[in-house]
């Protein structure tokens, strides 16, 4: 997955790339954690989810694993790479839930909310 999101950063500093292609994610459905310059756009932390993880995200409220046809979303399931909502991010992180991040593509921007070493507590994409 080495396509670039425009000229937007990850937290890194580097260039934004894909997080996933299938399942389609992204806040616009192109594959990308991306803003594209619009206000409020926040699913922007690039995770690669667990069973564990979408049952809490499904106890509090947000069912990312049911399938839902008429919005063309097959729901998640162990192993999908999916852009989660920041604060939601941060709540499994509070809650020590978190799913391991792919830091190259997750928006700069998250780090106005988590700190760079507590998303790299978590990297997929570190060696």
Do not use: I
């Amino acid at each position: 997955m080495a396509e670039q999101a425009h000229s937007e950063k990850n937290v890194l500093g580097g260039p934004l790339m894909a997080c996933s292609f299938a399942p389609l994610t992204g806040y616009f459905r192109d594959g990308c954690c991306a803003m594209r310059g619009v206000e409020g756009v926040a699913h922007l932390v690039c995770v690669k989810v667990t069973d564990e993880f979408l049952e809490f995200s499904r106890q509090r409220g947000n069912d990312l694993s049911t399938p839902r046809p008429e919005l063309r979303f097959r729901g998640l399931k162990e192993g999908d790479r999916w852009c989660l909502h920041v604060l939601r991010f941060v709540e499994a992180l509070s809650a020590g839930m978190t799913p391991q991040v792919v830091l190259e593509s997750t928006h700069e921007s998250v780090l106005k909310f988590v700190p760079l070493e507590a998303l790299k507590l978590h990297a997929l994409d570190l060696h």
